[in-house]
């Protein structure tokens, strides 16, 4: 299954926007996902699997597929991931059956909020897939979000925190850099991005080949 899919998406990446969507933990990458799922209603949201607990706030199938480790690595030998990733000692995959679905479900595109190694793997299977990199102002207002969302232990911030150099470090590996300093400043440079891509010709080409064709652009 693992090589149709993402052969599939190699062939069609261009008119169906593969958006990835990254930062280090605490810097507001899910808070912006969540403005982008409100607004692009058209997109789908990629469902990671992960080892990790829910959340007081968190159900399983919305933010997440919750599996132990020994479900996750079964999927991962029977290659039902587009890419997976160990993260602040969990691990947290994309199933290829998520894309598969927002395929045939019409969606025009996917959302991944993954980290920059899901990102890397990504990029090496579909490199026309989108890629933003979501900055926190400073290293201080990271650590002052992660605190303030009250839903890990102190031990969690750490380790969250410790890693947040390497993950930035990584920034090459991204299309656009947004800083989400003010909130809405930041969802309005997400959105340009978003939009822009979106529009590209190569996504767009049936637009005018139905013009041409039909005397009108047939919206979808
Ligand atoms: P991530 O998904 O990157 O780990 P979250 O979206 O969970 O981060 O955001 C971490 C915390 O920071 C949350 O409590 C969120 O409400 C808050 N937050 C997000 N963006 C901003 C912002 N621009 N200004 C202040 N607080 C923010
Ligand atoms: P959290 O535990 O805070 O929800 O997520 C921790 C980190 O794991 C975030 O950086 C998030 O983007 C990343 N993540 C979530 N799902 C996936 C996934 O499917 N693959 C990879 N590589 N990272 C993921």
Same mark, same amino acid.
């Given at each position: 299954?693992? @090589? ?14 593969? $958006?990835?969507?990254?930062? !280090? ?8 996902? +969540?403005?982008?799922?409100?607004? %692009? ?14 959340? !007081? +706030? ?7 597929? %919750? ?11 029977? @290659?039902? %991931? ?7 000692? @969990?691990?947290?995959? &994309? ?5 598969? &679905?927002?395929?045939? @479900? +019409?969606? &025009?595109?996917? $959302? ?23 900055? !926190?102002?400073?290293?201080?207002? $990271? ?12 031990? &969690?911030?750490? *380790? ?5 150099? *390497?993950?930035?470090? +990584? ?17 309005d440079r997400l959105r340009s991005v978003?939009l822009a ?6 996504? *767009? ?16």
């Open positions: 299954m693992a @090589n149709d899919v993402l052969g599939e998406l190699r062939a069609g990446a261009e008119d169906f926007l593969l $958006l990835i969507i990254s930062s !280090p933990s605490g810097a507001g990458k899910t808070t912006l996902c +969540n403005r982008l799922r409100k607004e %692009f209603g058209e997109l789908a949201f990629s469902v990671s699997h992960t080892t990790r607990k829910p959340r !007081p +706030n968190e159900q399983d199938g919305r933010e997440y597929h %919750f599996v132990d480790v020994s479900e996750f690595r079964k999927l991962a030998a029977d @290659n039902a %991931f587009a890419e997976w990733a160990e993260v602040h000692g @969990n691990l947290y995959g &994309t199933s290829l059956r998520e894309i598969e &679905t927002a395929r045939r @479900n +019409n969606a &025009t595109g996917i $959302l991944f909020d993954i980290d920059f190694q899901g990102a890397r793997q990504i990029r090496a299977k579909v490199p026309e897939a989108v890629a933003v990199f979501v900055l !926190p102002p400073s290293l201080e207002e $990271l650590e002052r979000r992660l605190r303030g969302r009250a839903t890990d232990d102190e031990p &969690t911030v750490q *380790k969250r925190l410790a890693k947040a150099q *390497k993950e930035i470090e +990584n920034y090459a590996l991204f299309d656009y850099l947004v800083v989400n300093d003010d909130l809405d400043r930041a969802y978003v891509e979106s529009a590209r010709r190569i996504r *767009k080409a049936m637009l005018a080949e139905s013009l041409l064709r039909h005397g009108r652009v047939s919206l979808p």
